[in-house]
């Protein structure tokens, strides 16, 4: 391949990168994608003790956050053909990953909320 074919291809990969790097943090600064991850992190859970665990999302907004996570490949989506209809949602392994991040802040924000606030405090208004 030539130098300009690999340079050619180096660019898309970069920009398919940022682009895909750009996706995951506008997952996680949503509040409704990082909170499912958080619940389907202790188990599979239906459609609604999702919805019933997190308080105040409606069905079209739950259901367009797991159709982005099961997109993402970060959620698995399993239709039993029950009557009736019974679906279930799980992480994947991927998922599963992002769900110990995510662990992993809420435990620094545990740790360490109350000194941001006193140092906050301690400034003033900004």
Known sequence: MSNTG????????KVECEHYRRIFADLFANKWSARVVGILDEGPTRF?????????VSAKVLTRTLRRLEHLGLV???????VPLRVEYSLTELGGGTAGLLRHMRSWVHRNIDEAARVSLSRGPS
């Open 6 to 13: 690999k340079a050619a291809e180096f660019a898309v990969a």
């Open 76 to 82: 698995d989506r399993v239709v039993y053909p029950d």
């Open 48 to 56: 609604g003790k999702l919805q019933r665990e997190l308080r105040g």
